[in-house]
């Protein structure tokens, strides 16, 4: 056995830079001065450097006045934010706004000070919002002032938490500034009193890219939500995977993203560290506004967007509608989007990128390629396969299909036939690290190695996946299963019908038969049973799975992200109204 000195001398080569000597031997190097830890903040003071007066953000404040800042001032403005957060020894930060500048600034400032984010859907309950600011231990709070009101309940069980309330104005000191901007302004001053280090006196690199850069937390439709821990590795790559699959810098311009998606979903799908590592300009939005999206579309330099296919649904169908001169790339997700849906983006030069993913994995980790042979078909069978979920993406590993109800932890993939149905799995670079101070969820998570989806799909012979149903959203009728999305799919080419939701309703002949709820078109009408009539004698439906019942809404029941709430449709199935 080696004496203790030389134990102890090995031991502290752990601790050496990656570049050092080793203890052992002063003339050798570890060989890893070729490495450097990887955070998506480190595109932020990147691209102040290479363009500094570049254009990186345009909003429209809540006063009213149109808001234009440079990669200069976004990146003093989030260095302003670090130095805040150092100086005062916050660790882990709460956001609780929309969209906008100050939620940017903070996403980068947070994890510049070493700080990890807590970004809260301000659409919750205030009682799920207390229980994730308390769940995560939050040591202070940045809110928006529309929303300060949210906070009632958490400020009574944690009174000593404090808030940083942005005002959202234009100015950025004086009467209309807030505390927002005046910690921004103490981050900056404390930094010139302190040596004035800026970018290099903060973690713009972190100090082990596994740490924590964010815990953003599911929706909790059906449970408490869980949080999911996101690391500065997983970060970045999920972010240099967008820049390329969404074609972030495909174009010879400057990238435009409008930001329509909540930038607390999934950190925006990492898009706040993607649009900037291409130096691109962030057009933020308080709220989904169909009219100013149109405007925006039509007058400024938009290039790109995400929205979920009930936003886009809305969007096309809005009378402010019209074809774009150039094309604009929309990624597309949260629900499984339909053929239909793409030809109508199409037509307006809206041009789909379909991708598809969880909070668990950054946002989008698979993407339907857009094949040159599919020009060559007809057009209902070339939408029908942009409207598949696709191969994994390029900074992650291959996606597999597996069958279900095996043991637990047994991986075995189904045919790629196109027909046998299985779950969804993922694995590599962006898949999340685990879930907050939860082991068991965790474990669930990661059974056999894999991060599981729990979306049922089907496998088609070039290896591209088709999702047909969560696994609680199948319809069991008469022996034969039944796709929710499918039969949505088909009800929504019916020329009124604007939107469809389905569930399962109880039959006492054939088990299960599918209800659907429809919203229709602005200025058409329609009674339920026309659609039945339509979907038994005129639609490509087959008869198993027309439904039983249609009941025409004024809007579907949706989650921030645009996913129809099938819990709650459930429940008014069964005639309980009393959730929206």
């Not at 940045?142 to 940083?164: A, M, N, S, T």
């Not at 408490?224 to 999920?238: D, E, F, S």
Request: glycine fraction near 8%.
């Amino acid at each position: 056995m080696s004496p203790p000195l030389s134990r102890l001398q090995a031991l502290t080569t752990h601790f050496l830079p990656s570049a050092s000597p080793t203890a052992t031997d002063p003339t050798k190097y570890t060989h890893t001065h070729h490495i450097h830890t990887l955070s998506p903040t480190s595109f932020l003071p990147r691209a102040a450097e290479i363009e500094p007066d570049a254009e990186a953000i345009v909003h429209i404040t809540s006063n009213g006045a149109i808001l234009r800042r440079t990669y200069t001032e976004f990146g003093d403005r989030s260095r302003g934010l670090a130095y805040f957060l150092l100086k005062h020894g916050f660790k882990r930060i709460g956001i609780l706004a929309p969209n906008t500048p100050a939620f940017l600034e903070s996403i980068f400032g947070i994890a510049a000070a070493g700080a990890v984010n807590v970004a809260v859907n301000y659409r919750l309950k205030t009682e799920d919002i207390s229980y994730i600011f308390t769940f995560s231990e939050v040591d202070v709070i940045i809110v928006d002032q529309e929303y300060l009101h949210l906070l009632d309940d958490f400020r009574k069980q944690r009174p000593g938490v404090p808030f940083i309330i942005d005002t959202d104005t234009d100015a950025t000191s004086g009467e209309l500034s807030g505390p927002f901007d005046e910690a921004v302004l103490e981050g900056l001053r404390w930094d010139g009193e302190n040596g004035a280090k800026g970018w290099k006196g903060l973690k713009a690199q972190a100090d082990d890219e596994d740490d924590m850069i964010a815990i953003p937390f599911t929706s909790g439709t059906t449970a408490k939500p869980k949080g999911v821990v996101y690391t500065h590795r997983g970060a970045y790559l999920a972010a240099l995977g967008n820049v390329i699959e969404s074609g972030l810098n495909f174009h010879t311009g400057r990238c435009g993203y409008l930001w329509t998606l909540p930038m607390f979903h999934a950190m925006g799908w990492t898009f706040p560290w993607a649009v900037t590592a291409v130096r691109g300009t962030h057009y933020c939005l308080r709220k989904i506004d169909y009219p100013l999206i149109w405007k925006l579309l039509k007058t400024e330099n938009i290039t790109h967007f995400n929205a979920a296919p009930t936003v886009n649904t809305l969007l096309c169908a809005s009378k402010d509608a019209s074809k774009l001169p150039n094309p604009v790339r929309v990624t597309v997700a949260a629900s499984p989007p339909t053929a239909h849906l793409f030809e109508q983006m199409t037509n307006l030069n809206l041009y789909p990128v379909h991708v598809y993913g969880l909070t668990e994995t950054y946002g989008p980790i698979t993407k339907g390629y857009h094949m040159p042979v599919w020009d060559t078909l007809p057009l209902k069978e070339k939408y029908a396969r942009m409207a598949r979920q696709g191969h994994g993406f390029i900074t992650g590993l291959p996606i597999r299909i597996i069958k279900p109800d095996q043991p637990d932890g047994v991986l075995i993939d189904v045919a790629k036939d196109g027909k046998e149905i299985g779950e969804i799995i993922f694995f590599g670079n962006i898949c999340a690290k685990e879930y907050l101070k939860d082991d068991e969820a965790t474990r669930k998570l990661f059974a056999g190695g894999a991060l599981h989806s729990g979306d049922l799909a089907v496998w088609h012979e070039d290896g591209s996946a088709q999702i047909l149903d969560r696994a609680k959203d199948i319809i069991i009728s008469g022996g034969e299963n039944i796709s929710s999305v499918a039969l949505e799919a088909m009800l929504v080419q019916h020329p009124s019908v604007l939107e469809a939701g389905v569930v399962a309703v109880s039959d006492s002949h054939w088990g299960e038969r599918p209800k659907a709820f429809i919203t229709v078109k602005e200025g058409k009408e329609m009674k339920g049973e026309e659609l039945i009539k339509w979907a038994k004698h005129e639609s490509a439906i087959s008869k198993f799975m027309v439904p039983r019942e249609v009941e025409v809404v004024k809007e579907l029941p949706k989650t921030s992200t645009g996913k129809v709430k099938k819990n709650v449709l459930r429940k008014w199935a069964k005639g309980d109204y009393s959730e929206k």
